[in-house]
């Protein structure tokens, strides 16, 4: 029995390229990773917005309006109600002038529990530091 | 030896990362290593069958190929990555796998090396 963490490293905008989607539904798909696993065998994801990757977490994004598409802010929330653990650099907030009342924090309209973390960038080395495998998105 | 598992987003044209995924995992197998490479987004596209070389693309179907053949080296391709591309199963490659992103996910648990090569 063991457990595998696998922290993915969000760095790239959203809808500009398919980065940061990808990352969040590979990190998403960590819940039915089971089924190729041994019993017992767990893999636990966790994701890290840095740089332009923080501009994921922004509130009100119209994808579905504009793009006809599901928007990377109900990704996160879908990764929050299924209580992966989600940090947001502080520093790279303040740098873009975004206040953090204007990202998401929470998936409290679904009924999830779970936080996002808006922390220092080197918490956010510590984490990178503590995962089994590191994945650059 | 060990198993390293590579896994990327970028295009098969339009960029040179695809390229440098297969070179890296060609020199691990030489090596005797084990690969796993995982093709998702628009690098989907390497595993699709039927790719023309010309002198001004990137051409890496022979290289895959010849990995394939070795028995160490095997690639599978995000299943709705490649769907919603408009490649379907009878589109893919001979040898090469097709399975949803928790397959990835598997890989890098049995990996002692993961090497994640995302955007495009």
Same mark, same amino acid.
């Not at chain 1, 923080?54 to 994004?61: A, D, E, S, T």
């Given at each position: 029995m063991a457990t595998k963490r696998l922290c993915f490293v969000i760095r790239t905008l959203p809808y500009k390229i398919e980065g940061s989607r990808l990352a969040m539904t590979h990190a998403i798909a960590s819940q039915t990773v089971e089924i190729y696993l041994e019993d017992g065998d767990l893999v636990e994801a966790s994701v890290c917005f840095i740089a332009d990757g923080?501009?994921?977490?922004?509130?009100?994004?119209a994808a579905m309006k504009h793009y006809g598409i599901t928007s990377i802010e109900q990704h996160l929330k879908n990764s929050l109600l299924l209580d992966m653990k989600v940090m947001i650099c502080k520093e790279d907030l303040e740098k873009f002038g975004?206040?953090? /009342?204007?990202?998401?924090? /929470?998936?409290e309209d679904l009924g999830g529990e779970t936080v996002a973390q808006i922390v220092p960038y080197s918490e956010i080395q510590k984490e990178m530091e503590a995962v089994d495998h590191l994945l650059f998105c | 030896m060990g198993k390293l598992t590579i896994g990327c987003f970028a295009?098969?044209? &339009?960029?040179?990362s695809l390229d440098f995924t297969v070179k890296l995992a060609e020199a691990a197998v030489k090596k005797g290593h084990k690969v796993d490479l995982w093709v998702s &987004?628009?690098?989907?596209?390497?595993? %699709? %069958?039927g790719q023309r070389a010309f002198k001004d693309y990137s051409a890496l179907q022979k290289t895959i190929n010849g990995l394939l053949e070795t028995g160490n080296f095997q690639m599978t391709a995000c299943e709705a990555c490649a769907e919603a591309r408009g490649y379907h199963k009878e589109d893919t490659m001979e040898g090469c796998k097709r399975f949803s992103m928790d397959w990835y996910l598997a890989s890098c648990f049995s990996a002692d090396r993961v090497l994640h090569i995302g955007g495009d």
């Open positions: 923080v501009l994921n977490c922004l509130k009100n994004q975004i206040s953090e /009342d204007t990202i998401v924090k /929470d998936a | 295009s098969l044209v &339009g960029s040179v &987004g628009n690098a989907t596209m390497l595993s %699709k %069958k």
